[in-house]
Nanobody, 115 residues
Framework: QVQLVESGGGLVQPGGSLRLSCVGS????????MGWHRQAPGKQREVVAS???????TFADSVKGRFTISRDNAKKTMYLQMNSLQPEDTGIYYC?????????WGQGIQVTVSS
């Protein structure tokens, strides 16, 4: 079975930075897309950043210029680098991917931006 595990969350002050990691394991074939979602308190789950087939990148308007997404195939790891964090970035962040027509998700990790 495919497993995705997030790490790197926690509490940071406004203006700070944080890097989230997502390590995959198991049999993963023909990845169509991968990325990060988040759900803020009282709000709907939203796409934060995604990496599509062919290398296309998509970012939510609210994080453009502050967040970036990358991956290390050798380590089977995907990263979300978050800079200039603001309180509205607080929420649970989920890594996920689409492979072979199926969705795979991690359990989520808390990010809190507060002074």
């Amino acid at each position: 079975q495919v497993q995705l595990v997030e790490s790197g969350g926690g509490l940071v002050q406004p203006g700070g930075s944080l890097r989230l990691s997502c390590v995959g394991s198991g049999s993963i074939f023909s990845i169509n897309a991968m990325g990060w979602h988040r759900q803020a308190p009282g709000k709907q789950r939203e796409v934060v950043a995604s990496l599509g087939s062919g290398g296309s990148l998509t970012f939510a308007d609210s994080v453009k210029g502050r967040f970036t997404i990358s991956r290390d195939n050798a380590k089977k790891t995907m990263y979300l680098q978050m800079n200039s964090l603001q309180p509205e970035d607080t929420g649970i962040y989920y890594c996920g991917l689409v492979a072979g027509g199926k969705w795979y998700w991690g359990q989520g990790i808390q990010v809190t931006v507060s002074s």
